[in-house]
Every structure is written in structure tokens, then in C-alpha cells.
């Protein structure tokens, strides 16, 4: 008989379509899920060369695109809006912490093992509709520039700050950007929060997964949200300087992913 954790409660059982039962957790299981991948971290540190840096060059790629040209303005956007393809870049990393909860023997190659997963056809699936999560994010992004600030675009970075901070026009496109960039972050939560280490973890469809995670968001608010804010904070915080910091958050935050849905799924 399955054993439940301390501080969960689970939420009924699977019913005839084998839907995975869903666990309530606390605040205690999003700081156990955080300590645990950080012992992942530190455990496998190598695979910060290996995955964990391929974050901060594509915010380098993504800075030196927009510094220059008509892009200037999607800076920002761009280098935010990266957090939405977190999971896909953290996918292997949540493989090596799955591997060492099982007690074998990991070494960095592992983390390649993910593209020879059964699954692998719903992995790509989920990443092609975060990739146009992110793409739509991107123009919607330029359409509230220009509705805000209309058509002129900066001629340096500092003008940028200047137009955007000195302002009305600049604090309504802050606003409502920051509103926009939630709705967007809120839905690849929803839809991810726990659905790539499922897809690892057991044979289940794309669309099982994503309810799944769904399911979990709703039974679990409040620590869901936790630990959007420790993503969020965790990203913003890797950012400086020029985005090094990423190359340990990111697989601080994908080894957590793991653990975090070992204590949201049954």
C-alpha cells in the first residue's frame, strides 16, 4: 500500500481513467521540495557546465539582439519572458534528481537519456506550446509598446529608461505589461507546474499530464503560488550580473521541479 508524505492530504482517489491522485501540501513541502534540489545541485554540480549555462547565453543572445535596432524596446520582455521556456531548459536536470531519488548511479550524460524517453513525442509537444506562449507574449508585448508609446522607438538604452520611468505614457506601459507578463506566467504554471517530471515519471499522455497539473494548481494555490514567487525571484536574482547567476538557479529550480511534484502527485 502507498505510503503518504507528513503534511499532505490527498484529494480522493484515481478514478476509473486512472487520473493520478492529487496531494494537498503546505508551505513545509515547497521549502523541503527548494532544500532537496538544492542537495541535487550540490550533489551533481557538474551539470551546471553542461545545462545550467545554456540559460544565462540566450539572455546574453537575447540582450546583444536588442540592444541595437528596431527591438530595443522588447529587452525586458524578451529577457522576462525567458522564464516561460524554464521548463523545457531545466528538463534534463529534473531526470538526474528523478535518478537520484531512485538511488542510481548519475553521472551528466544522464541527462541526455531525455530524448530517448518513451515520452519524448509529449515533451516536444509541451515545448512547441511553450515556445508560442513565449512568441505570443513577445508580440503582445510590442503591441501594449506601441498603443502606450506609440511608434518611435529609442535610440539608446538610456532613452529607453528615460521614456519608460519619466513618463505617464511609460507607467501605463508598465502597468499593464507587468499585467500581461502575469496572465502569461500564470498559464505556463498552470499547464507545467508538475507536467515534465510526470511525463518521466510515468506513462501518461500529454493531455493527462497537463490536467494533471492543472488539477494540482487548483487543490494547491497557495503554495503554488509560493513558489511562482521563488521562480520569479529566484530568475530576477540570477540576473545579476548579466545573468551568470542563472547558471545556479536555473538547476536549483529544476531539480526542485522534481520534488515538488513527488509531493503534489500520489
Not at 21 to 31: D, K, P, S, Y
Not at 90 to 95: C, H, K, Q, Y
Not at 111 to 125: E, Q
Amino acid at each position: 500500500m502507498a505510503t503518504q508524505r507528513a503534511g499532505t492530504t490527498p484529494m480522493g482517489r484515481a478514478d476509473a481513467s486512472n487520473e493520478p491522485v492529487i496531494l494537498r501540501i503546505g508551505i513545509a513541502e515547497v521549502r523541503e521540495a527548494l532544500r532537496l534540489g538544492i542537495d541535487d545541485f550540490l550533489a551533481i554540480p557538474t551539470q551546471i557546465l553542461f545545462l545550467g549555462l545554456i540559460y544565462p547565453l540566450v539572455g546574453f543572445v537575447a540582450a546583444r539582439a536588442a540592444w541595437g535596432g528596431d527591438i530595443l524596446p522588447l529587452l525586458y520582455p524578451m529577457v522576462a519572458g525567458l522564464s516561460l521556456m524554464g521548463p523545457v531548459v531545466g528538463l534534463g536536470l529534473t531526470e538526474l534528481s528523478r535518478r537520484r531519488e531512485k538511488g542510481w548511479h548519475v553521472t551528466w550524460s544522464d541527462a541526455l537519456r531525455v530524448v530517448r524517453s518513451p515520452a519524448i513525442g509529449a515533451i516536444i509537444g509541451l515545448a512547441l506550446i511553450l515556445t508560442a506562449t513565449f512568441l505570443a507574449w513577445l508580440v503582445a508585448a510590442q503591441m501594449l509598446w506601441r498603443a502606450t508609446m506609440g511608434s518611435v522607438q529609442p535610440e539608446s538604452i538610456g532613452v529607453l529608461l528615460r521614456d519608460v520611468f519619466d513618463t505617464p505614457a511609460g507607467w501605463r506601459l508598465l502597468l499593464l505589461g507587468n499585467l500581461a507578463g502575469f496572465v502569461f506566467a500564470a498559464w505556463v504554471l498552470a499547464i507545467s507546474v508538475v507536467t515534465y517530471p510526470m511525463l518521466l515519471d510515468r506513462p501518461v499522455g500529454l493531455g493527462t499530464a497537463i490536467r494533471t497539473s492543472l488539477r494540482a494548481c487548483a487543490a494547491n494555490p497557495g503554495p503554488v503560488a509560493l513558489w511562482r514567487l521563488i521562480v520569479a525571484a529566484g530568475l530576477l536574482l540570477g540576473c545579476v550580473p548579466a545573468f551568470v547567476g542563472l547558471a545556479v538557479v536555473m538547476p536549483v529550480l529544476a531539480h526542485a521541479s522534481w520534488h515538488l511534484y513527488r509531493r503534489m502527485v500520489q
